[in-house]
């Protein structure tokens, strides 16, 4: 079946025991490395299961999307990705603002920046390295931290409150030489990501630098304390 390149991209093979909420994070957390991102329509119900659309704002960036993330793991199931088939069309129909005009579909406000203040239980992934303590990370906030020589963990600091181990694993594991990623009990705002070496490491902190994860929260990366 052949679709035109369109700049809305359709996921399907998703893992169905995901919250959408959850889902849709975590799929604005490794899909905006590839362009702004308008909206994400995840549903719920039992037809639309596992499946998602992203809409980008450039072609360009849905043709990236979908070259670069085809097949990739997410939540231990690989993307299956495609255009859309008449976005406009499609996304319309489900959020009720059908048209029959099939042109790209107008950001009508995002769904998806409603804060939902819900305590998640952090993940914290038994690790090969020790505690945060063992690295330096200060006691109180993430600011001021002496700048350290290269090694092969990262410390993440200004993580927005929803970071999970999932949405953090998916932004470095692009990158050779990924490990692990640690979050720290207790605190929402930072993490530790660890590489096989410094060389690794490098490149990923140079890459994802100020990398915003949320359109509020630009990550902020610096080596670990030795």
């Given at each position: 079946m052949d679709v035109r390149p369109n700049s809305t991209i359709y996921i399907n093979n998703l893992n169905e025991k995901v919250k959408k909420e959850e889902l849709k994070k975590s799929l604005y957390a490794i899909f905006s490395q590839f362009g702004q991102i308008l909206d994400i329509v995840a549903l719920k119900t039992l037809k639309m299961r596992?499946?998602?659309?992203?809409i980008f704002k450039?072609?360009?960036s849905a043709t990236n999307?979908?070259?670069?993330?085809?097949?990739?793991?997410?939540?231990?199931k690989p993307m299956r990705i495609q255009y859309a088939k008449t976005d406009s069309d499609v996304i319309a129909k489900m959020k009720?603002?059908?048209?029959?005009?099939?042109?790209?579909?107008?950001?009508?406000?995002?769904?998806k920046k409603k804060k939902k203040k819900e305590s998640k239980q952090q993940v914290v992934v038994?690790?090969?390295?020790?505690?945060?303590?063992?690295?330096?990370y200060p006691a109180v906030g993430g600011a001021g931290v002496p700048e350290?020589?290269?090694n092969q963990i990262l410390f993440l600091t200004n993580l927005p409150e929803e970071t999970n181990e999932m949405m953090l694993s998916m932004l470095f594991t692009q990158f050779p030489g990924f490990k692990e990623v640690r979050l720290v009990p207790g605190r929402h705002d930072i993490a530790f990501v660890e590489f096989e070496n410094e060389v690794q490491s490098a490149g990923a902190r140079?890459?994802?630098?100020?990398?915003?994860?949320t359109p509020?929260?630009?990550?902020?990366?610096?080596?670990?304390?030795?």
């Open positions: 596992g499946q998602a659309f992203v450039e072609v360009t999307a979908l070259r670069g993330m085809q097949g990739f793991p997410f939540y231990d009720g603002t059908f048209t029959e005009r099939p042109a790209k579909p107008k950001p009508e406000g995002e769904p038994p690790g090969s390295f020790g505690g945060p303590a063992a690295y330096g350290q020589p290269p140079e890459s994802l630098q100020g990398f915003k994860i509020t929260h630009a990550m902020k990366i610096s080596f670990a304390k030795k």
